[in-house]
């Protein structure tokens, strides 16, 4: 992958972030990552409490890594059957929540899929056809904030 240099404008809106400066992992985690590039005038906001750290390890440890996010489905559904491409695409749009927001922000680019959940998709695919070959419309390198 890549390099690539972590920006403050590149935390999402609301991720957790830790002040916790005697942790072994801070310099891996994200989430305390994040807590260096708070913004000056930002006094509050979603935090990773001291308590998650226990018995020598963070409980909401996040290795800062990049990774590769996925977006569009225009090509996900080519090797299922016709018939089968509706109760596919139902399956896709169930997991990934109810309503058909999520499932069209992500089909969009406004949203995008880590790389588990393109897996569990390809998995929902292969119970309709073959995967092979398949692949998700668009991809990019994007840093990990599961």
């Known amino acids: 992958m890549e390099e690539?240099?972590?920006?403050?404008?590149?935390i999402p809106w609301g991720y957790p972030r830790c002040f916790n400066g005697e942790c072994a992992d801070k310099e891996k985690c994200m989430h305390h990552q994040a807590g260096l590039l708070l913004a000056e005038g930002h006094y509050y906001g979603p935090a990773v409490y001291p308590i998650a750290w226990q018995e020598g390890h963070c409980h909401c440890f996040c290795e800062k890594k990049l990774i590769e996010k996925a977006w569009g489905f225009k090509k996900l559904y080519n090797n299922v059957p016709k018939y089968l491409r509706a109760e596919a695409r139902k399956s896709v749009h169930s997991y990934l929540g109810s309503g058909m927001s999520a499932y069209y922000r992500i089909h969009n680019g406004e949203k995008m899929l880590s790389p588990r959940q393109q897996e569990d998709i390809i998995s929902i695919i292969a119970q309709y056809g073959n995967?092979?070959?398949?692949?998700?419309?668009?991809?990019?390198?994007?840093?990990?904030?599961e």
């Open 4 to 10: 690539k240099e972590l920006k403050a404008e590149d």
């Open 131 to 145: 995967t092979d070959g398949i692949r998700f419309d668009h991809y990019v390198t994007d840093w990990n904030f």
